[in-house]
């Protein structure tokens, strides 16, 4: 199989072609979603609540990101891997460098850190150091205690201008990626139409360029609580292949989500 890259990304994004993305965070499951046809991967940070049961992905090491990265590149040889620099691992632009070595060894070919402009110098000195960079924006999970709780963002006119101009200063530093967490999708719209990177929606509606839900998400495997935008896939029976290639279909489609699974 060929190698996914940034340049495949860039490519769907002027054909208009959207594309779905999942977490992984071990071998098994990655060579099943490669397999079905699924062509980027996230070694998120979120497998601190969903592999290791707590209540925030703020515990998350680099070295667990390294670990599982490791795992999900052997199941996956192919997929474009991006793997999230975890809670105060990018606090400063040299600690950023680092961690993104640590990371990018065990197998990513990009990195994921979360936050606005404040980081456009972190986003600069990696990409020069030759770390492509995913931003993420709008709900972050690790402010989780700024934001008093799992909320959506750019709500109001203010904060969404604000997350518009993030994300237009981090594309100037070198961003070539971003997800975009919880916002309205009108906001989300404007988002991808004004940056020529590709844009991955998480909550934030079907004018992305692509989707991506955490694997737990996408097969109802969601504990207490279930986010407004998350789908069970295998709930129309069938078994994980299938519920894997009827995600797929319906983002390539522009079924999922709808606006059941979105915020207005
Ligand atoms: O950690 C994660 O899984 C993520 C996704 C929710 C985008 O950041």
Redesign the pocket.
Known sequence: MKPTTLSHLRQWKQEQRKFATI?AYDASFAQLFEEQGIKVL???????M?LQGHDS?LPVTVADVAYHTRAVRRGAPASLLLA?LPFMSYATPELACQSAAEVMRAGANMV?I?GGSWLCETVKMLVERAVPVCG?LGL??QSVNVFGGYKVQGRDELAAKQLLIDAQNLELAGMQLL?L?CVPTELARQVTEALSIPV?G?GAGNATDGQ???MHDALGITGGHTPKFAKNFLAQGGDIRGAVQLYIREVEQGIYPDEAHSFN
């Open positions: 977490t996230l070694v998120g940070d979120s497998l601190g969903t992905t999230d994921k979360e993420h972050t999970p997800v967490e991955i998480i991506i839900l955490v």
